[in-house]
Nanobody, 125 residues
Framework: QVQLVESGGGLVQAGGSLRLSCAASGRTFSSYHMGWFRQAPGKEREFVIV????????YYTDSVKGRFTISRDNAKNTVYLQMNSLKPEDTAVYYC??????????????????WGQGTQVTVSS
């Protein structure tokens, strides 16, 4: 079993930055690829960005290209999401997820085994 806890969300003005963290329990953190997803009000949950087990490969959705960066520290069992140049349309609950199955590079959600509770990010105009 793996438990994931997100933190770092909050209210920020458009153009500002936030850094989200996801802390994982257990001692096999490096066995999982780690992804971030988000769900805006009235919309389905969508893929944002993912990082490979070693941290050497990342994939992301076009809407965050050049603005969001994912990183991980396997020694601390933590994955980070640095969000810059935030826009009102980035407003959502952000979730981290851990998975071991192949296919994560496509942005699919069904390859993940564990999910966090989410953290709210609100970007004002």
């Amino acid at each position: 079993q793996v438990q994931l806890v997100e933190s770092g969300g909050g209210l920020v003005q458009a153009g500002g930055s936030l850094r989200l963290s996801c802390a994982a329990s257990g001692r096999t953190f490096s066995s999982y690829h780690m992804g971030w997803f988000r769900q805006a009000p009235g919309k389905e949950r969508e893929f944002v960005i993912v990082i490979s087990r070693s941290g050497g490969v990342t994939y992301y959705t076009d809407s965050v290209k050049g603005r969001f960066t994912i990183s991980r520290d396997n020694a601390k069992n933590t994955v980070y999401l640095q969000m810059n140049s935030l826009k009102p349309e980035d407003t959502a609950v952000y979730y981290c997820a851990a998975g071991t199955r192949l296919g994560y590079s496509t942005g699919r959600q069904d390859v993940y085994d564990y999910w966090g509770q989410g953290t709210q990010v609100t970007v004002s105009s």
